[in-house]
C-alpha cells in the first residue's frame, strides 16, 4: 500500500463524505512520506488547506502511538537481544524531530529498559547534555547501563566531532562508577549510525 493510500483510509474517517485522494497526495508532497506527515508539527499540518487543528491532534495521535508501540515492544525484553527493534523504537521517536534531541536509555543489569528520557533539547543542530546530569539520573533510577541516542534534523547520521568527544567523556565518568555505557546511536532522516559499529567507543 503506498503512503498516500494508507493517508486517504486514514482522513477518509476523519473527513467524511469528501474525495481525500487529493489531500493525502498533497500532505505526501510537502512533508515526504508518512511517517514524516505524522511527525510533523500541528503548526505545519494545519497550513495544509483542509488540515484543521482537530484533525492535525488525530494525526499526532497516529505518532504518538506508534512511538509507544514500539516501546512496549523494546520494554518487553532484553534490548541487546532486540537490537533492531531498539533502532526501530529510536526512529520512530526522533527520525523527523525539527530540532535536536538528546535522549538517554537507561537499564537495569538484565539489560531491560527501565526509563527512556530527554536530557537535553537544543537548536537544529546542537543539544546540550552534560554527563554529571546523565549519570545523576542513571543513578536515581539504579541504572546498570545507558544506551545514549541524538537526532541529526540535518538527516546526516555521520558522528560531528564533539559527538565523538562528549560520548569519551560520558564513557569516563560512567565507568568511573560503573556503569556501562553500551552505545551511542545517531538516528538519521534515513538510517542510524552506531559508535560501537564504527569503532568510536
Known sequence: MADYELLELYLFR?????????????????????????????????????????????????????????????????VLSSWTALLDYCRSAMQFEEREQFRVLFLDRKNRLIADEILGQGTID??????????????????????????????????????????????????AIGISVHDHIIVGRQNTVSFKSLGLM
Open 126 to 175: 546542537r543539544a546540550p547534555v552534560y554527563p554529571r546530569e546523565v549519570i545523576k539520573r542513571a543513578l536515581e533510577l539504579n541504572a546498570a547501563a545507558i544506551i545514549l541516542t541524538h537526532n541529526h534534523p540535518s538527516g546526516d547520521p555521520t558522528p560531528s566531532q564533539s559527538d565523538i568527544d562528549m560520548t569519551a567523556n560520558m564513557v569516563d565518568v560512567a565507568k
Open 14 to 78: 476523519s473527513i467524511p463524505r469528501r474525495d481525500i485522494k487529493p489531500l493525502a497526495k498533497e500532505l505526501i508532497a510537502k512533508f515526504g512520506s508518512f511517517a514524516e506527515v505524522i511527525s510533523a508539527p500541528i503548526a505545519r499540518l494545519t497550513e495544509v488547506k483542509g488540515i484543521s487543528e482537530n484533525i492535525a491532534i488525530d494525526l499526532k495521535i497516529i505518532q504518538a502511538a506508534g512511538t509507544k508501540l514500539g516501546r512496549e515492544t523494546v520494554m518487553s525484553r532484553p
